[in-house]
């Protein structure tokens, strides 16, 4: 047994070893071989053009490192979506708490605190998770390979949506806020907030890194005008403190639940100011993204990202209590503006002033952005569910931008659906996928405690703690998150989720009863003794004579078939059989219904059941032709007949083409 | 050199013969085949049966011969078209009389007399034809046959173009006639339309005969209620004979052209006469479709068709003149009502009278009927010209209902495709396609009188004489028609017919290069010495190993080629290559930019390079899955590779298929 390896190193030059061992072994015809083969590269098909023009030429694999991620780079990629989430969390608790009077409004600065220890908390873990899975240890590889297949099932679920959600979302509200300041985009909603998705898609299928490059900018613009903002904020709180906060709500808002228990009210605020996690456990998916040593630069690039999301939710959180005035309007309502913006507004002394305008937009400009970061786990978690067989293997295919182009379109064509779907209003979505990422993230938790106690003889008292703190935490957080959204629509993310789930189920069994038929009890390829070969003769010309060469070539009971259809044509044929293949015979099949196919049928049928099991071939001679104006006057048998065999088994059809201009 | 002929009576049993020496050579094994041949016949897929409820099942050509017709089942078939011409021929020529005086009405019956004349020459001509072509003797054959080639294409043009456009004239013109009887279908008219068009076209798949005896009650009934209608005028007439006739028309119109030449106006009206001569070729196109003895039971039918269309013609045109009462409105005027049927009126007593009602209805019928003998001749005229090269070839073939199907197909949708487009106003094409069908019958006449100066020795004198006879008079009629029609139109059939015999020239070309190309020196089947096989080997599994058996028994020079998209995989691949396979080569292709098809594009470009001239075989497993959900699964490369292999010489591409479930 022997094998050869034909690398050819840039699809241009053949190397040497290929045409030495495996065609001829002669040196000579490499040479030859080889220059010839810089003329016909696939690379030249208009299509194939339009392609690379849109999405960029071909990536060896030789250059994937390039593609990786440092820090800096990494930072904007896979924290957009949970630093995005500063700009709504605090105002999130606010609305909740006025619900049940002004005085609980301060309450929100604690509920940000404990939010922020339970971001500390699950930071950790998946920093514990990075270093134990540096070949990317997303929730759906963690609970999979700890819990088993089910619970991965379940994450790899949530997840999914999450991502699908988190794009819809994301982009319909930055386009929402861009809308708000520029009222006149207001027809454009729809278009615009397709076309962001598709503009995403699209820098994301030209690349990871190049993604990153292309929305680093508006990233760090947020973090450094929200950290400008809140400093300014901070200067002047302490050179004048202002005294007592007015805070206005809809009218008849405040209050109106005072009646409920208070535990029950601020059970719903945390609930609400979860949405600052969701992302969190962006980067442990991408660790692969990351330059060498991933885990090192991930693990960094999470923290940092967990220690700026710390900052700014707490900074935004304080100021939206202590600035004299705060109005907490519904969106629908037209007075209203976002408290970011009120703090922005203080902070830089007015809704004028050029501060204000670029907190506006770099807040606009993250919401939208939050998108990319699912853009850059959703097709890595999708080809690592297809990997294991729980959906269509294409999207386990990298393409040659190292991108698995098949995920980023599905996920834009899904987000875009969505967008559409809802005609731009996910706001009520907004709060309710929180329920699927804290799935997620207690399933990985806990599955991170069983790696861990799977470890015997080391101790890792301190790493189980943290996550079994994690899983514990996170878990109540998804109990919570059901349990006060439910009725506000969690339920239908239980609905997706089981959805989803039953499709990768379905999927799979599919896969695996296909593997089933396909390799139970396998033998070793045996020697074929005979095989009986027809070659299809309407008449004698070029096409048809290479068609018998041919057959005569696969086997020695190599047999020709004419059909009927006119009579002269036939005469003609058997005129001249003797002249041009006398050593072959000519089988002349009648035709009483003057059908071209059903004689040929019934002949092969009656081959197969005369020698059960040996395979026949159908020799068919096709006409390929250029133009489509010819292709109409060519009667084309050969498809047809292929379609008419196809239902036969053992029988194995071959087209000999021959060119016409 | 030996061939076996393979009978295979009624697509059910084999015969004898072929398993004798066609299989095997053992007896045993046919009566094995044939038996089971009884399970598998063609018959049974869904469409297939849809199919013969529509168009009824295949016809044994054994059977041919009950599909032909007799006079009496002929008449109706190939006459429908001249003798509705009846019913607005002496109208028209009216028409255009009253424009020069009242006085130059009286001339109508001399001009119809004239047209008899003419009728009794053509018919007289084409009843030489049909004896001297008894397989046939269409204009287009005559022309052909003794003016050469390009006389020939016009003569087939002018009648193609000319059935087109009976069938949409003759069409429109009924259903305008049977809505003006029931306005209340009016905003059914074009439905109304293309439902007959698709109604004929249906009875026609189904047989000429099956059409035929659906349409002879019609057109007999046509035929009888007019005869009745002018024995009971006559009866009428001379019991009372009315006095001086007043006619009335359009205002302004009578005498409108009093100012041009008499003979002019004279010409016109003839010319607008000569419509009662469409169709009267018909017969002559359709002879094979007679009983035997051809010629007899055609040139029969020709000439009682003759006789019935100059009975009717004259009488109808004699009482025009002689009812008391003719108004002469346009068609538009909702005052209208046609000559025929105020005769009818007149002859039965008012338009209470059944009598009456039977004549309209029985008009309608077969204004709609004579678009039945266009379908009876394109389908025929088509096959010949396909037959020639001068149109594509499948309207050359025979379908399984004994018919020429793609020809009926064409001719429908052709037609209703005027009508949509016309908005079913064609009443203004009415009297053009004269000029056409004038050009076909000079162009057959004057063959015919180079077919007899060609047959020396014997004397032909009186056939000669009346054929030339009838060329020069239907020549002399195609030049006035041009002439006085062609500010009317006319000149639309010029271009048309231009167009049509480009495009034969373009078919004719095309098949001729093709046929250049397949056959000049062509040199008997060699025996092929070498050739390479490559088998597409994704992983190890049962299909991929029956292609691996198939590559071997192909040639020696088999091997297996791998593409390495994921390493693991290959690896495997390698691992289970000693057992599975051990005697064939493995060559794995690396994929730098993850494609599957480029390394294998480039593997048979270096393999074509390095044995120029030398045939390679592509072997491709193919998995054969039943349900759609399936195929989606199923990732397809066969389907791409043989598009991207198609453009390649000498590369032969097998499918070797598994089947899943």
């Known amino acids: 047994m022997w094998y050869i390896h034909f690398r050819s190193k840039d699809r241009r030059r053949i190397h040497f070893g290929f045409c030495k061992d495996a065609v001829t072994g002669k040196h000579a015809t490499h040479q030859f071989a080889s ?21 960029g030429s071909p990536i060896h694999e030789r250059h994937a490192h390039n593609e990786r991620l440092g820090v800096f780079a990494g930072l904007p ?42 971001i500390a908390i699950v930071a950790w873990s998946y920093w514990q998770t990075i270093h134990a899975y540096p070949s990317g240890g997303g929730s759906y590889i963690v609970a999979s390979k700890n819990l088993g297949e089910k619970p991965g099932m379940v994450a790899g679920a949530a997840l999914l949506i999450d991502y699908v959600l988190t794009v819809a979302v994301s982009i319909a509200a930055g386009v929402a806020a861009l809308v708000s300041a520029l009222p006149g985009l207001h027809p454009y909603l729809l278009p615009l907030g397709v076309g962001c998705v598709a503009a995403i898609a699209f820098a994301n299928l030209r690349g990871v890194r190049e993604s990153g490059a292309l929305f680093a900018l508006p990233t760090y613009g947020f973090l450094l005008s929200v950290m400008v903002m809140l400093v300014a904020c901070a200067i002047k709180f302490f050179q004048s403190p202002p005294g007592h906060q007015t805070l206005i709500a809809e009218p008849g808002a405040i209050g109106s639940e005072a009646n409920l228990p208070l535990i029950f ?24 993204a990351f330059k060498k040593p991933e885990a090192d630069n991930a693990s960094k690039t999470l923290l940092i990202m967990a220690a700026l999301l710390t900052v700014l939710f707490l900074g935004i959180g304080f100021f939206a209590l202590h600035i004299p005035h705060v109005e907490l309007f519904a969106a629908k309502n037209p007075a209203y503006s976002t408290v970011l913006s009120q703090i922005a507004a ?52 990298q393409g040659d931008r190292l991108v698995f182009q098949n995920g980023i379109v599905v996920l834009a064509a899904a987000s875009a ?35 861990w106690l799977r470890r015997k003889g080391e101790k890792h008292t301190l790493s189980i703690s943290v996550n079994l703190a994690g899983a514990v935490a996170t878990g109540l957080v998804a109990v919570i998150l059901l349990v006060t ?42 020697t074929v003794k005979r095989m009986s070969v027809i070659v299809l003769v309407p008449r004698i010309h070029r096409g048809v004579l290479k068609a018998i060469e041919y057959a005569n070539f696969l086997s020695a009971d190599a047999r020709a078939v004419h059909v009927v259809i006119n009579r002269e044509s036939t005469e003609t044929l058997k005129s001249q059989w003797a002249e041009f293949a006398p050593n072959t015979p000519l089988i002349i099949l009648d035709s009483p219904y003057r059908s071209l196919l059903d004689p040929i049928l019934d002949y092969v049928d009656a081959l197969r059941e005369a020698k059960p099991g040996e395979m026949v071939t159908v020799v068919i001679p096709e006409a390929v032709v250029t133009k489509l104006v010819h292709k109409v006057l060519q009667e084309n048998l050969a498809a047809q007949l292929k379609v008419a065999l196809g239902s036969r088994q053992n029988v194995i059809v071959s087209n000999v083409r021959y060119f016409l201009d």
Chains 1, 2 share one sequence.
């Not at 979860?274 to 962006?282: D, K, R």
């Not at 005609?423 to 907004?430: F, N, Q, S, V």
């Not at 709060?431 to 799935?439: D, Q, R, S």
Request: hydrophobic share 55%; charged share 10%.
């Open 35 to 55: 220059t010839k083969m810089l003329v016909n590269t696939g690379q030249s098909t208009p299509l194939r053009r339009l392609k690379s023009f849109l999405i």
């Open 77 to 118: 990629v896979f924290a957009s979506d949970a630093l995005s989430s500063c700009a709504y969390a605090s105002e999130a608790i606010l609305g909740v708490l006025v619900l049940g009077s002004i005085a609980l409004a301060s309450m929100q600065i604690w509920i940000a605190l404990i939010i922020s220890g339970l």
């Open 265 to 288: 009210i601020l059970t719903r605020a945390f609930a609400a100011g979860c949405t600052a996690l969701t992302g969190i456990e962006a980067v442990s998916n991408g660790v692969p």
């Open 346 to 397: 203080w902070g830089f002394g007015g809704s004028k002033a050029i501060g204000f305008f670029v907190v506006q937009f770099a807040t606009a400009a993250i919401l939208i952005l939050a998108a990319n970061t699912a853009f850059a786990d959703f097709p890595r978690l999708a080809s690592l569910l297809a990997r294991d067989g729980f959906l269509p293997r294409p999207l386990a295919r």
């Open 417 to 451: 659906g969505l967008i559409l779907l809802f005609h731009g209003e996910l706001d009520l979505l907004l709060p309710l996928y929180a329920v699927g990422v804290f799935t997620a993230f207690t399933l990985s938790q806990a599955g991170m405690v069983v790696h």
């Open 485 to 526: 959204k439910f009725s506000e629509g969690a339920w239908l993310i239980l609905v997706l989720t089981s959805l989803i789930y039953f499709m990768f189920y379905q999927v799979k069994r599919r896969y695996d009863s296909v593997t089933r038929q396909l390799t139970n009890d396998l033998r070793p390829v045996q």
